[in-house]
């Protein structure tokens, strides 16, 4: 580092490091850390203490090589000597905890304890679904709706537009070009303001959807059940119908859902009379349809086989039909939650 001057142009009554206060040794280590490129980020420390370490910083004068050393010899024994850190407080906690406890659970304890989420509010705002943020741009201003916008990835940006109508997606992206005066108080006030709105919201208890729930449930359901079902929500809500048709799956959906390279891997996971007893009580059309649909993409041998035991079954109850066809259904969506399969998303999935 060259020859340096004295200590007593940090403090005048040093001369050397047992004079310096922790807070000086501090930004010795952290000036030191910086000058070899270190990626140091101390956004996360109370503001007094990054004005602190600033104005040290600023006011510090060169130091002599032995208090470097001390210093740094001082700082490497406290690091070796210290176990395991904690975060301080409910906020910490919440930020080591995050995305290992529920959305509920977490939400909750922000509310017990006062706290609000931590970090840059537009981070949390730009990692938002488009979806989501559809509301906040409709009852916000042009000006706030641009700068939302103008912080969003351009993909991201571009889908929330065309959801939009196209007179308010036009003045949106004019406002745009007005943001440039826009100064770093204003967008931090913004964000922060924007940030607290969608921590008023409630996240929700339940990982699915309405539909997607309704449509879970549904699977399951008798085939007039369900139809009765649909039925009576096409009268009161038909959007809300074709959301649920969307999420349903069952046995006649297969040919629509399922690739015909993951036909064979389905059938290993089944069991065979399950799959005997579904294909044999395949009366409808769109039953038939996907019977043959797997027994035509997997291997000829076994389709062969399955086709003797479905001769040898005879007529098939319909009962008996309906629980083996759940049961295929079930060992599929098992196989989708575990990541071994991917189901095929349809516009027009048919409900059965």
Same mark, same amino acid.
């Given at each position: 580092m060259g020859t340096l001057t004295p200590l007593a142009q940090i403090a005048p009554s040093a001369q050397n490091q047992t004079a310096?206060?922790?807070?000086?040794?501090?930004?010795?280590?952290?000036?030191?850390a910086v000058s070899h490129g270190a990626e140091m980020s101390l956004q996360d420390l109370p503001d007094d203490l990054q004005v602190d370490l600033t104005r040290i910083l600023g006011d510090m004068r060169p130091i002599t090589r032995d208090t470097l050393h001390e210093v740094v010899e001082e700082f490497a024994v406290e690091l070796e000597g210290l176990g395991l850190t904690f975060p301080r407080g409910v906020a910490g906690a919440l930020s080591v905890l995050d995305g290992?406890?529920?959305?509920?659970?977490? &939400?909750?304890?922000?509310?017990?304890?006062?706290?609000?989420?931590?970090?840059?509010?537009?981070e949390r705002i730009a990692a938002l679904d488009p979806q989501k943020l559809l509301p906040v741009i409709e009852s916000e201003s042009l000006e *706030?709706?641009?700068?939302?916008?103008?912080?969003?990835?351009?993909?991201?940006?571009?889908?929330?537009?065309? %959801?939009?109508?196209?007179?308010?997606?036009?003045?949106?992206? $004019?406002? *745009?070009?007005?943001?440039?005066? *826009?100064?770093?108080?204003?967008?931090?006030?913004?964000?922060?303001?924007?940030?607290?709105?969608?921590?008023s919201v409630p996240d929700s208890v339940? @990982?699915?959807?309405?539909?997607?729930? *309704?449509?879970a449930i549904l699977n399951f359901s008798t085939a007039s059940a369900r139809d009765e079902v649909l039925?009576?929500?096409?009268?009161? +809500?038909?959007?809300? !119908?074709?959301?649920?048709?969307?999420?349903?799956?069952?046995?006649?959906?297969?040919?629509?859902?399922?690739?015909?390279? +993951?036909?064979?891997?389905?059938?290993?996971? %089944?069991?065979?009379?399950?799959?005997?007893t579904a294909i044999g009580g395949a009366v409808s059309e769109q039953e038939k349809?996907?019977?043959? $649909?797997?027994?035509?993409?997997?291997?000829?041998?076994? !389709?062969?086989?399955?086709? +003797?035991?479905? &001769? +040898? %079954?005879?007529?098939?109850?319909?009962?008996?039909? @309906? &629980?083996?066809?759940?049961?295929v259904v079930a060992a599929i969506r098992e196989m989708e939650a575990a990541g071994e399969l991917l189901l095929i998303a349809g516009e027009e999935d048919q409900d059965g």
């Open positions: 310096l206060t922790r807070r000086q040794k501090a930004a010795i280590i952290i000036r030191l290992r406890i529920s959305p509920h659970t977490a &939400a909750r304890l922000r509310k017990e304890a006062g706290v609000r989420q931590t970090g840059d509010p537009w *706030v709706s641009a700068i939302i916008l103008s912080k969003l990835d351009i993909s991201k940006a571009a889908e929330l537009l065309g %959801l939009l109508p196209g007179d308010k997606a036009r003045r949106i992206a $004019y406002a *745009v070009s007005q943001t440039s005066s *826009v100064t770093a108080d204003a967008l931090d006030r913004i964000g922060i303001s924007l940030a607290a709105q969608l921590e339940f @990982e699915q959807g309405p539909a997607a729930r *309704v449509g039925t009576g929500l096409d009268e009161t +809500d038909r959007d809300f !119908a074709d959301e649920v048709r969307k999420a349903i799956f069952t046995f006649v959906n297969i040919p629509d859902r399922i690739a015909p390279r +993951d036909i064979p891997k389905v059938v290993r996971e %089944l069991e065979q009379a399950d799959l005997v349809r996907a019977a043959e $649909y797997v027994l035509g993409n997997m291997s000829a041998r076994l !389709a062969d086989s399955i086709r +003797d035991e479905v &001769a +040898d %079954l005879g007529k098939v109850k319909p009962k008996d039909a @309906e &629980a083996a066809m759940n049961a």
